[in-house]
């Protein structure tokens, strides 16, 4: 009988449905359920873990752990009657709330690497333990720029990305010789540094070369543009700035010239 109405858990609700639910939680109450929340946030952020029980228990104790290696670490609890203690290694990271014995929120302060973990909050209730693992993903938003020069015939292009979980680089057309580097910043976050290496008298040297970086789903692209090469080249630029010195200084001398001729004739 229990064993088909909990089969037919989704279907409509019906008055034998009413009956045994009634009866299980009679008899099985330690059962009852928690709403875990994950929650993501920004390093340096503020957040709060949540776990809400469904039913009304006789809650004793409220108990937040964190996983550590698949191992939980007591962080603090939360008696009836009694204030929360927190464990030493969290004492002034963290604080831990209950509302009614109900609902317990766990509070975090300027996040860093080391909370990007899975807790567990427990409500020790008359009938039992009852349980739930809500996850903290700890991210940062992506830092990211292009910088590029051409010199002895190559095109060297390097792509700059850091952020949290590590971002992602690829180069469109996926053509020339890579090279990838990763770095651990101190904060946990990652940077990735890819370069690419392009022949300029090759034939792939005609299209526009593009760095996409992806992190949590979002794509930032940087182009290389066609035109612009030629502008930001030095070569160029050396070349008119010399011609443009030897205009300015070719007409003042003819100036000058001209001028001293004139006064030499009027007087
Ligand atoms: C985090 O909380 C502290 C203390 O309440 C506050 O000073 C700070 O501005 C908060 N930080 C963010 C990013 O909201
Ligand atoms: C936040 O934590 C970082 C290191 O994790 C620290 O350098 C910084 O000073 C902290 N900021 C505040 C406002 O406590
Ligand atoms: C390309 O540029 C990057 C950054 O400026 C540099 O680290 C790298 O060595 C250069 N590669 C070549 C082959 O010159
Ligand atoms: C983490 O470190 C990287 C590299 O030093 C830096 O660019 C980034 O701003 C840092 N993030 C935060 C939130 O401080
Ligand atoms: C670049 O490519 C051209 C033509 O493909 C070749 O002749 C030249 O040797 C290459 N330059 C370098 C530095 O590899
Ligand atoms: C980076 O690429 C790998 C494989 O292509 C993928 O598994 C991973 O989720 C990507 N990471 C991000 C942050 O997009």
């Not at 937040?64 to 008696?79: A, E, M, P, R």
């Not at 830092?143 to 949290?164: E, K, Q």
Request: charged share 20%; glycine share 8%; net charge positive.
């Amino acid at each position: 009988m229990l064993f088909k109405v909990n089969e037919d858990f989704s279907s409509p609700w019906t008055f034998q449905g009413l009956i045994v639910g009634i009866i299980s939680i009679l008899f099985s109450s330690a059962q009852g359920s928690i709403e875990p929340q994950n929650e993501a946030v920004e390093l340096g952020g503020n957040v709060s873990l949540r776990c809400v029980l469904k039913e009304t228990l006789e809650v004793t104790q409220v108990t937040w752990q964190k996983k550590i290696d698949g191992n939980f670490d007591n962080i603090g609890t939360y008696g009836k009657g009694k204030n929360q203690t927190i464990n030493n290694g969290y004492k002034g990271k963290v604080n831990i709330r209950v509302l009614e014995l109900k609902e317990t929120a766990i509070t975090f302060w300027n996040v860093s690497i080391q909370e990007n973990a899975c807790y567990r909050c427990i409500f020790n209730t008359l009938t039992g333990p009852i349980s739930k693992e809500p996850c903290l993903d700890v991210y940062d938003h992506l830092r990211s720029f292009l910088h590029y020069r051409i010199s002895d015939g190559h095109l060297n292009a390097t792509c700059f990305a850091t952020g949290l979980p590590r971002p992602n680089i690829s180069w469109v057309p996926a053509r020339g010789e890579k090279t990838e580097n990763e770095i651990i910043n101190p904060n946990g976050t990652l940077s990735v540094i890819s370069s690419i290496l392009v022949n300029t008298s090759d034939s792939q040297y005609a299209q526009d070369l593009i760095c996409k970086v992806s992190h949590r789903g979002v794509e930032r692209e940087f182009k290389v543009p066609m035109k612009e090469k030629a502008h930001w080249s030095p070569v160029p630029i050396v070349i008119t700035v010399s011609i443009l010195i030897i205009v300015i200084v070719i007409s003042g001398t003819i100036v000058l010239c001209r001028r001293r001729h004139r006064k030499k004739r009027g007087f």
